[in-house]
């Protein structure tokens, strides 16, 4: 496994990290979660992503329990907050009351003293800039979590959030999750360009679309234990099964057959080319899936082949 910096911190995450959307504490038990997150820091995984909305908190308590058994300090734990936990109104967005509530509730289920990196899930439009920054700059201090980041935030909310952090002298963001992956290219217009200048390092989800450039779908086919066969967990997924997509998936197999990789693995090599780009996150319900992708980080993809699969993908 190789590593790299998040942004231009010190921080350093493996360039294949386990995530835990739709998967861990929800369609993956107690016990295979923990065989998956012990295997993946077998196999040099160090990143561990979730967030408190993911199973209404069980994501959390299910990634913590799994990773008690492994020394703290040898793991960079990852999760966030914005999205509601509840009816009440402020137990949503990014509000200084809801951020120090949700990092005292994840520290909680994570069991963990600290976390090693707080995000914005999105960016909360009724909340002050400023007012977000400063709580950062506060849970910071009190040794609660030790980076923050960003998630699917567009420019011009990472750069007003870095000027408001240089203002008041206090610590800016060095991430953003976006997604990104071969066939949803649109952070490279605007999004890359500006976190690269601001020094923020992405950690990209969805590097597979859903699973959909495993090659699992080709032809139409969905598996009865796939994503898309389970109505709880295909609804972001549709725009991924057009026709139209799915033969164009079908076309990049010669091109995995010629690098002598899966198409899971030239997936994942396509989003870690990018010199931004510091981890992938994966999700996975089986072992053999984190072993595939894992080994991800050993390939490099030739610029001719790059250029075929971007006819195929073009950026927007």
């Known amino acids: 496994m190789k590593y790299r910096a998040l942004g231009r911190s010190g921080l350093q995450v493996s360039e294949i990290s386990l995530g835990s959307w739709l998967t861990l504490g929800s369609s993956v038990d107690s016990d295979r979660t923990r065989e998956i997150v012990h ?27 799994a990773l008690s058994e492994i020394p703290r300090h040898a793991v960079v734990i990852a999760t966030k907050a914005f999205f509601p936990m509840s009816e009440r109104p402020n137990d949503r967005g990014l509000s200084r009351k809801h951020l120090v509530e949700s990092v005292d509730a994840s520290l909680r289920r994570l069991g963990t003293d600290y976390i090693d990196l707080h995000q914005c899930h999105r960016p909360d439009p009724s909340t002050p800039m400023e007012e977000t920054v400063c709580a950062y700059e506060d849970l910071i201090r009190q040794g609660k979590i030790l980076y923050w980041g960003v998630s699917e935030w567009r420019a011009e909310h990472i750069v007003d959030a870095c000027r408001v952090a240089d203002a008041r002298r206090a610590y800016r ?20 360009p500006v976190c690269q200048r601001e020094g923020l390092g992405q950690l990209v989800f969805s590097p597979l679309a859903q699973g959909v450039l495993t090659g699992k779908y080709i032809g139409g086919a969905r598996p009865p234990d796939s994503r898309a066969a389970d109505e709880q967990r295909n609804q972001f997924m549709q725009a991924y099964l057009e026709p139209d997509a799915i033969a164009r998936v079908d076309r990049l197999q010669p091109i995995a057959d010629e690098l002598g990789v899966s198409m899971a693995q030239l997936a994942l090599a396509w989003c870690l080319r990018r010199s931004g780009v510091a981890s992938a996150i994966i999700g996975a319900t089986r072992i053999q899936q984190v072993e595939e992708n894992a080994k991800t980080s050993e390939i490099e993809i030739p610029p001719e082949l790059v250029a075929r699969i971007d006819a195929l993908f073009p950026a927007h």
């Open 173 to 192: 963001p060095i991430s953003n999750q976006p997604q990104y992956s071969i066939m949803r290219r649109q952070i490279e217009a605007e999004v890359l």
């Open 39 to 65: 295997r993946a820091y077998d196999l040099g995984i160090n990143f561990f992503d979730t967030a408190d909305v993911y199973a209404n908190g069980r994501g959390e308590e299910t990634l913590g329990q």
